[in-house]
T-cell receptor, first 114, second 112 residues
Framework: QKEVEQNSGPLSVPEGAIASLNCTYS??????FFWYRQYSGKSPELIMF????GDKEDGRFTAQLNKASQYVSLLIRDSQPSDSATYLC??????????????FGQGTILTVHP | DGGITQSPKYLFRKEGQNVTLSCEQN?????MYWYRQDPGQGLRLIYY???????QKGDIAEGYSVSREKKESFPLTVTSAQKNPTAFYLC???????????FGQGTRLTVV
């Protein structure tokens, strides 16, 4: 089993819809959870992180964490064509002192069509 | 402007040659990282360094070497021992008490 697993997609949604991206992780001691957006040919860009159970909202983005189920998701409301990218889920292990030492999933390709 | 600069953006090398990828940051971040990304895959950690003159192996360190002689610089050498060096290489940095890694623009290495 992969440590961090995402649906590879591609996920296609119409403009204005809600896009839902999912991620599961195997290390129950994981501490922090991240969503990165990566446009084609570019480097990843941090869009959200979460470390407490529940929801965290930032503009059109909502991250949801359920540690009991070892599940983290990202919702994108009012999806725009500019949201079309690969979304990477990443996990930081418990006790990690290095804030950028992360384990990544393989990414989900999102396409928002007009 | 503060940031992480990787150079060059594209790099071509012949098989069997060592190659060094540059990473410089002016963010005054203590920790720096090298990740590798293959097509359709996530990022995998090669090496990381939390302070000058100290670094640790990540998950896929074989065939790579690094140095950290200055806080601002963390070069990665891809040696001839690395069996599949063609990939997208990403340098990142982080600071204590601020979650996450922040990436440079990457170097795409092609070995022919």
């Amino acid at each position: 089993q992969k440590e961090v697993e995402q649906n590879s997609g591609p996920l296609s949604v119409p403009e204005g819809a809600i896009a839902s991206l999912n991620c599961t992780y195997s290390d129950r001691g994981s501490q922090s959870f991240f969503w990165y957006r990566q446009y084609s040919g570019k480097s990843p860009e941090l869009i959200m992180f979460i470390y407490s159970n529940g929801d965290k909202e930032d503009g059109r983005f909502t991250a949801q964490l359920n540690k009991a189920s070892q599940y983290v998701s990202l919702l994108i409301r009012d999806s725009q064509p500019s949201d079309s990218a690969t979304y990477l889920c990443a996990v930081k292990p418990l006790g990690g002192t290095s804030y950028g030492k992360l384990t990544f999933g393989q990414g989900t390709i999102l396409t928002v069509h007009p | 402007d503060g940031g992480i600069t990787q150079s060059p953006k594209y790099l071509f090398r012949k098989e069997g040659q060592n190659v060094t990828l540059s990473c410089e940051q002016n963010l005054n971040h203590d920790a720096m990282y090298w990740y590798r990304q293959d097509p359709g895959q996530g990022l995998r950690l090669i090496y990381y360094s939390q302070i000058v003159n100290d670094f640790q192996k990540g998950d896929i360190a074989e065939g790579y070497s690094v140095s950290r002689e200055k806080k601002e610089s963390f070069p990665l050498t891809v040696t001839s021992a690395q069996k599949n060096p063609t990939a997208f290489y990403l340098c990142a940095s982080s600071i204590p008490n601020r979650e996450g890694a922040f990436f440079g623009q990457g170097t795409r290495l092609t070995v022919v």
